[in-house]
């Protein structure tokens, strides 16, 4: 007994030629076969089915009851085989497809949207979707699948992550034009003892070295502001409410700040292209991975005049 196992593509398009061209000699041509091998894939189908497909006496050869109506169903298959094969061949040239990346708010205001604004000049019809959150944050929805790529700071702490180090950057220190140290190209921590500063809050990596950079100085920080986030702190300094120490990166962003240099501590942070091992990257993901490196390696990474954005590819 046959099943629909037993049925083949290559029956039903042997089937739709010969309705088609009303003769098998003709079908033949049309698909390049010899006339006895269109004339076995017909008897087989019409076995599978177990019905008869044509009236072989007529000339041209015309189809049974069955056979008209099976002709609408082989062309709606063969058509959905051939949409099937379309979208891998669109996916392959990436015409189409989806990637997910993360990272933190300062990558994020900074050096994504001139790496994304690239990937779309070359991919248009790849979609993204982009969140931004705090490095430990970002590295868990990698973990758990829901991020393709994510750009952190690290290093991180975790075994299913492949950490590529794609950048090492200073921190600096901003302030507004008018500032009293706006005349300064370097400073020492010390220096900042009663300096008020605008804090980023809670969950900032660079929360963190600022409070352990003065903690080894021996002093606390004076906080003007504290809780801030990337915009609003470069606003805050701007109108002279305080001093910052931020990214290199992040003091790109605003030409009204004046950059200073930290000269008494190396205050650094690595910038890292993360990835789940254990997830294969689709090939929208790979081809935003492979635009990211060539961004940098071209380059084009935004920097500051001082040279604090240093290329680390290739050091892992």
């Known amino acids: 007994m046959f099943t629909a196992r037993d049925l083949t593509l290559q029956q039903l398009r042997c089937f739709v030629a010969v309705a088609d061209e009303g003769q098998f000699t003709a079908a033949a041509d049309e698909l390049r076969l010899a006339q006895p091998s269109i004339s076995a894939q017909i008897h087989r189908l019409e076995q599978v089915l177990g019905v008869p497909l044509f009236h072989r006496g007529r000339r041209p050869i015309a189809l ?8 609408p169903l082989a062309r709606r298959v063969l058509r959905g085989v051939d949409e099937v094969f379309q979208g891998a061949d669109e996916l392959d040239g990436l015409r189409r497809g989806h990637v997910t990346i993360g990272t933190t708010p300062s990558i994020g205001a900074t050096l994504l949207p001139l790496v994304l604004a690239q990937f779309r000049s070359h991919h248009p019809h790849v979609s993204i979707s982009f969140v931004e959150r705090h490095s430990e944050e970002i590295a868990q929805s990698v973990e758990a699948g829901t991020l393709d790529l994510a750009l952190v700071v690290g290093p991180l702490i975790n075994e299913t992550l492949e950490q590529t180090t794609l950048a090492i950057e200073r921190m600096v220190v901003v302030v507004g034009q008018d500032h009293p140290l706006a005349t300064r190209a370097t400073i020492a921590i010390s220096e900042l003892r009663g300096v008020p500063l605008i804090m980023f809050h809670e969950g900032y990596d660079v929360r963190a070295a600022t409070l352990a950079a003065f903690e080894k100085a021996g002093f606390a920080p004076t906080i003007a502001i504290d809780g801030a986030e990337i915009a609003t702190a ?15 990166i992040v003091a ?44 940098l390696a071209a380059g084009s990474w935004p920097t500051t005049a001082h040279g604090d954005i240093r290329l680390a590819l290739g050091d892992d």
């Open 64 to 71: 049974t009851d069955a056979g008209s109506a099976l002709l």
């Open 234 to 248: 470069h606003s805050f300094v701007a109108a002279g409410i305080g001093a910052a120490i931020v990214p290199s």
């Open 252 to 295: 790109t962003m605003n030409d009204d700040l004046h950059v200073i240099h930290i000269d008494d501590q190396v205050m650094e942070r690595s910038i890292c292209l993360v990835r789940d091992v254990r997830h294969t990257l689709s090939r929208a993901a790979m081809a935003l991975r492979d635009e990211i490196v060539d961004f």
